[in-house]
């Protein structure tokens, strides 16, 4: 113990001018050693901050191709298919694998969504905000038919640039819409139809208004007649 006493005491008295001088090189290697390695941990920390912001600005000025079902706003549990870019910049060469391919009960209309250029041929450009819907079927009858709830549907598409993206896939789950409870919203098809409703009464009551008119003229004609042909009584 007394030896390592020894060994860390110092006697600064009986320093020399060289060995101050020795060991101020030493201090001023030492902070000069610190002081640059603070500086390059600064340079690091800035350059991450910078590839950050970098890539976030990138990531924030990409198309963002996204696909879902949606209620219609026209018809009354109808469900359409929706295609939106939800980013800044424009989308190029827009192409949509469904997995299994579309079925609806509407397809014996003769236009089957699954035939449809915008999934067979794609879309050539979809700018910022862009959404383009189309009618894939009714809420009421899907329920009815034995056809498949679950899709999956990938994305491919290329920046304004014509650099392919990363590809997006999503899970299209109709069963969803079943298990949940909503309020009704009625739209421009129910009043269309509450208006045809009404116009169909009013033609009808119109056709009893006039039929009673009718039956009503006749009976005063006929009474009338039967009147001036009776002999008067004596």
Known sequence: MGAANHLLAVDLRAWTPEDWSAAATVATAIFTVATVGIALAAALYAKQQVDLARQ???????????????DNPVLRKGIDFVVENMGQTL???????????????????????KDSALL?????????RKRITALFDTAPQRYNASLPMRYTATVHFEDAHGKAQEPL??????????????????????????LRDISAILKESA?????????????????????????PDL
């Open 120 to 128: 067979t041929q794609g879309i050539p450009s979809l700018p910022p």
């Open 91 to 113: 989308a190029r060469n827009v192409k949509i694998v469904v997995d299994p391919p579309f079925s609806s009960t509407l397809d014996d209309s003769g236009y089957p969504l």
């Open 207 to 231: 056709r009893d208004v006039r039929d009673e008119f009718r039956r009503r003229r006749e009976s005063e004609r006929d009474a009338t007649a039967g009147g001036s042909g009776a002999s």
């Open 56 to 70: 976030l600005r990138e990531e924030q000025a990409q198309p963002f191709v996204v696909v879902d079902f949606a």
């Open 169 to 194: 896939t999503y899970v299209l789950d109709l069963s969803v819409r079943y298990s949940l409870l909503s309020a009704t919203e009625y739209g421009m098809s129910d009043a269309a139809e509450a």
